[in-house]
């Protein structure tokens, strides 16, 4: 495990022979986190598109175990 670095109580790591896309991980005291590293948004659309995904995260869960029934997201 690669450990990049940490921030007070969160670390951000990288693994060997994880899955795509590639991405880090973040990990707190109470939460766990997956961030891609591809692409590029503007700051101001990264902040909107991140707050949607926190308002409606229940709708791409759903939305991701229905097309991914194989693979469900809990």
Same mark, same amino acid.
């Given at each position: ?14 693994f060997g ?15 766990? $986190?997956l961030? $891609? ?13 991140? $707050? ?6 229940d ?16």
């Amino acid at each position: 495990m690669g450990k990049l670095a940490t921030i007070g109580k969160v670390t951000i790591r990288v693994f060997g022979n994880d899955h795509l896309p590639p991405h880090f991980h973040v990990k707190g005291t109470d939460f766990e $986190a997956l961030v $891609a590293i591809a692409g590029d948004l503007p700051t101001a659309t990264r902040k909107e598109v991140l $707050a949607w995904a926190t308002a409606n995260r229940d709708a791409l869960v759903a939305e991701w175990n229905t097309w991914n029934p194989t693979i469900p997201f809990a």
